[in-house]
């Protein structure tokens, strides 16, 4: 019997949970019954003892604590659901303690190195609607803090009408306005006129149009993530930056970071980022201290001394 196929279905329907955390669910509970089959055990009979010894052979493979976390968090949900349900009758993961990862402070972007990012957004080559898109998708991530996937999946209706606050679906379905900055608004005019051109010729050739703000032809119908990722990496380049210290995170990070060190609330970043719990917003403030922590090290007069 197979329980993942419902439980997916499950946490999909009812928690409106993200495709994404959908698929990590997926691979984990297929990597955990591959496990106990090769111990020939199924997930319907499985305990406490094979639910350890799986997290035992994950440490044994080098995984680190963060992933062994998120594998038991997988298989905990999975077992409360098969309990709910009544497929079983028991919850042998209920009481099973998980490492604890540490907490790494994200890597953010000074305000020079955001100005050099958008410098090189306007200077991109391929023409002026490719120029207008990339310059569009940096200001709108900077401005608001989006999560990239709420980013490439924006409807261009959202955009519509030099919106001063734009609506935005997060995780869990949980909806949340943000506000749009001058600079962000002015690159969003810029990227409409030059993607309803575009729409309009396609029109006239037969294509269907769309619904989202960055359209694309494949699968999706809109930008995906992993081609945004491999665009600001070589935007990064171009503005001499590292690319291995810049991804679409590293602007949300900046944001909050930014705000935060400018006086803004801890509650307000925390609805802007669309968190459901403060303590994830509580991150960015440790980033601060470090930052403060370094810059005295670096520019006390004493600190060589």
Sequence with gaps: MNWIAPFLEAMGAERGAASNTLAAYRRDLEDFTRCLAACGTAPESAGRAEIEAYLATAEAQGLSPATRARRLSAIRQ???????????????????????????????????EVDRLLAAARRRPG??????????????????????????????????????????????????????SDAARSAVAGWLKQRDKAEGEGQRGGRRPSPWLFPSRGKSGHLTRI???????????????????????????????????????????????????????????HVLDARLKALVLEKHPLANA
């Design 227 to 285: 081609a945004f990722y491999n665009a600001i990496k070589t935007l990064a380049a171009a503005a001499g930056l590292d690319p291995a210290r810049i991804s679409p995170h590293t602007l949300r990070h900046a944001f909050a970071t930014h705000l935060l060190a400018n006086g803004a609330d801890l509650r307000a970043i925390q609805q802007l980022l669309g968190h459901a719990d403060v303590s994830t917003t509580e991150i960015y403030t």
């Design 78 to 112: 999975f077992y409360r659901f098969a309990l709910s349900e009544g497929l079983r009758e028991d919850d042998p993961a209920a009481r099973i303690a998980g490492p604890r990862p540490a907490r790494k402070l994200p890597g953010t972007l000074s305000v020079v």
């Design 127 to 180: 023409g002026d609607a490719a120029r207008a898109r990339m310059l569009c998708l940096m200001e709108l991530l900077y401005a608001t803090g989006l999560r990239v996937s709420e980013l490439v999946t924006l409807p261009a209706a959202a955009a519509r009408g030099n919106p001063r606050m734009i609506m935005v679906t997060g995780k869990g379905g949980r909806e949340r306005m943000v506000p749009l």
